[in-house]
Nanobody, 121 residues
Framework: QVELVESGGGLVQPGGSLRLSCEVS????????VGWYRQVPGLQREFVAA???????NYGDSVKGRFAISRDNAKNTGYLQMDNLKPEETAVYYC???????????????WGQGTKVTDSS
């Protein structure tokens, strides 16, 4: 069973930084892509950033230039570096990985449990 465990959320002042982590555990072949989303209660989940295994990445318009997605394959962990955070970015942040369980082409999507980022002002 593949599992994603997130960490790194917490209180942050406007303009501050946080780094979120998402570790993949269990039996799998490789991670095809890593993504981050966020959700404010009562609103739809919003795309933040994504990275494919070849290294290409893309970002939501509101976070471009401030957030950076990365991955350490040796640690089976993805990261979201968030700089210059804004109060309205208080939300629960979720990672979503597309994972292959074998060398075939099929992959499955998995979600982490979410980690909360809260404006402390």
């Amino acid at each position: 069973q593949v599992e994603l465990v997130e960490s790194g959320g917490g209180l942050v002042q406007p303009g501050g930084s946080l780094r979120l982590s998402c570790e993949v555990s269990g039996k799998f072949y490789n991670v095809v892509s890593v993504g981050w989303y966020r959700q404010v209660p009562g609103l739809q989940r919003e795309f933040v950033a994504a990275m494919v295994s070849g290294g290409g990445s893309n970002y939501g318009d509101s976070v471009k230039g401030r957030f950076a997605i990365s991955r350490d394959n040796a640690k089976n962990t993805g990261y979201l570096q968030m700089d210059n955070l804004k109060p309205e970015e208080t939300a629960v942040y979720y990672c979503q990985d597309s994972v292959r369980k074998n060398a075939g082409r099929q992959y499955d999507d998995y979600w982490g449990q979410g980690t909360k980022v809260t404006d402390s002002s």
